[in-house]
């Protein structure tokens, strides 16, 4: 536990940064303590980015202090903080993938023998050392190529406390991994606070910061809001802090009437992928794909939508059949697609807010075959003004947005579009609690408006909280179809694991 009648190790003191005339951080403290995990939480746009930036000598602070073990310090640049025993674990690791798992770790300090040859052999076992440590089993002379995402985070940790880190700052490591893997990530980042690191952990999943962390750091608009240990907090005095009102509802689900079918899917299959998927949504209803990691749900919308191809199986859209491997059939017939990686397939980041809302009906605005900058930011303003989104400029890149916000430019480019069918993969995955009930509150709006809503998500509650039926996905298979009234996070994980009922 943490021992704060100890020197901080890191603290952060009254510290601001602007770029521009956008104040990211404004007069922003707190302190880490020897054998602390210590949570950073706030909206996005609140300025935890830049806190992690600054720390991890990538910015400099316009003012105020950073202490590493009680004595002021200045990062000019990552080596310094790095020197000063900072490590930054992020949500993708960057290990160098044709070295082995111990090459990596010992990067930059290899140990030698005789003649300054390197010591393989010390190598792999300083690794195995280290793995010891953190109670996981990784084989030091594997390839990096093919770890996952999970095995990586370790490795980058492995290599941090071998370059004797004693402050880990982790940013959303949790957002690609499975229930298994998280609770192995957070036996290790126990493992080190016993053994007297801090860690900075940074998370939208609230539930991961009550059952990891000792205290919690609130950050809003830029500004500091509270420190408090976690167990004098509640879950919704942490949301109302971070977001400064109190949100109605995280899953705010209108009860609607399901209409006519108008999304139909039979037979689809695709070889080595999933087989035999079929399935039906009507009007006004939001159905949940859900199911483990690996398990086909990500790979059978795409292929509804015709970004990958199929071998076999119809879709149907108001009973007309729709063009395999045919995104722009797709769209003809009334679907859209907001994709689970924004940055790489919802969005061109270098192109204008605008632009990336207007990219899907750029035909219909151009006037003489030009697109003409007034109707586009017209088109642009009423959706972002609808969705509540943050930004400048609506010329400026669409890069320059938080995650929250880009989420919010993908739904408005294919709301815009005003689809019959809206299929949403991981639609908050990495967002805010504040923005999370606001795409809930737009899906609840568009199914009640008549929409039907295909969702994916790895998320539990948000499957319980938004679907009307729950199809549970298993090794390429629907393994079950669950009824809202049914569904429970025991009922669909024993499906998802083959304890199930098959339909």
Not at 27 to 54: D, Q, W
Not at 215 to 241: C, F, K, N, Q
Not at 275 to 301: C, H, K, P, Q, T
Request: charged share 25%.
């Amino acid at each position: 536990m943490a021992r704060q009648d100890a020197t901080p190790l890191l603290e952060v003191r009254e510290v601001a940064k602007s770029f521009g005339a956008v104040a990211a951080v404004r007069g922003c403290s707190f302190r880490l303590y020897p054998g602390e995990v210590h949570a950073l939480v706030g909206e996005n746009g609140a300025g935890k980015s830049t806190i992690v930036k600054m720390l991890a000598g990538v910015h400099r602070p316009d003012t105020g202090t950073l202490l590493v073990s009680g004595e002021p310090a200045e990062f000019t640049g990552p080596g310094d903080a790095k020197a000063a025993g900072i490590a930054v674990i992020y949500q993708e690791p960057t290990l160098f993938p044709d070295l082995s798992v111990a090459e990596n770790i010992a990067m930059g300090r290899q140990p030698r023998g005789r003649l300054g040859v390197i010591d393989r052999g010390r190598m792999r076992r300083e690794a195995a050392e280290l793995f010891t440590r953190l109670g996981v089993r990784i084989d030091p002379g594997r390839p990096a190529r093919g770890l996952s995402i999970a095995d990586q985070q370790i490795v980058e940790i492995a290599k941090a406390i071998g370059g004797r880190a004693s402050v880990l700052i982790m940013d959303e490591p949790t957002a690609a991994l499975s229930t298994v893997e998280v609770e192995r990530l957070f036996a290790v980042v126990r493992a080190l606070r016993d053994e007297g690191a801090a860690t900075l952990f940074i998370s939208h999943r609230l539930e991961e910061i009550t059952a990891l962390c000792d205290r919690v750091t609130i950050m809003r608009d830029g500004a500091h809001v509270s420190t408090d240990p976690i167990g004098e907090l509640t879950v919704e005095e942490m949301v109302r802090r971070m977001v400064g009102r109190d949100l109605d509802a995280l899953f705010p689900k209108q009860d609607v009437e399901p209409g006519a079918v108008v999304l139909e899917v039979e037979g689809l299959s695709r070889d080595g992928v999933f087989r035999d998927v079929s399935f039906d949504v009507r009007a006004g209803e939001i159905v949940a794909l859900a199911g483990l990691v690996g398990s086909g749900r990500s790979e059978v919308v795409q292929a509804v939508f015709g970004v990958d191809g199929r071998d076999a199986g119809t879709v149907r859209v108001n009973g007309k059949r729709v063009r395999a491997g045919s995104s722009r059939s797709a769209m003809a017939a009334g679907m859209a697609l907001v994709p689970e990686d924004r940055r790489q397939q919802g969005l061109v980041m270098d192109l204008s807010i605008q632009r990336n809302i207007t990219l899907p009906r750029s035909g219909a605005l151009a006037r003489l075959g030009f697109l003409g900058g007034g109707g586009e930011r017209r088109e642009a303003a009423r959706w972002t003004e609808r969705l509540r989104t943050k930004y400048g400029r609506l010329a400026d890149p669409a890069g320059t947005l938080s995650g929250g916000n880009q989420q919010k430019v993908v739904l408005a480019k294919w709301l815009s579009t005003t689809p019959r069918v809206l299929i949403v993969d991981e639609p908050t995955r990495g967002i805010d609690v504040g923005t999370k009930a606001e795409v809930h509150r737009l899906m609840s709006t568009l199914a009640a408006d008549g929409v039907a809503v295909l969702m994916v998500s790895s998320e539990l509650p948000e499957v319980l909280g938004m679907a009307d039926r729950v199809l549970v996905m298993r090794e390429g298979r629907i393994a079950a179809e669950i009824p809202r009234a049914d569904a429970t996070e025991e009922s669909i994980m024993f499906a998802a694991m083959g304890q199930g009922a098959v339909t």
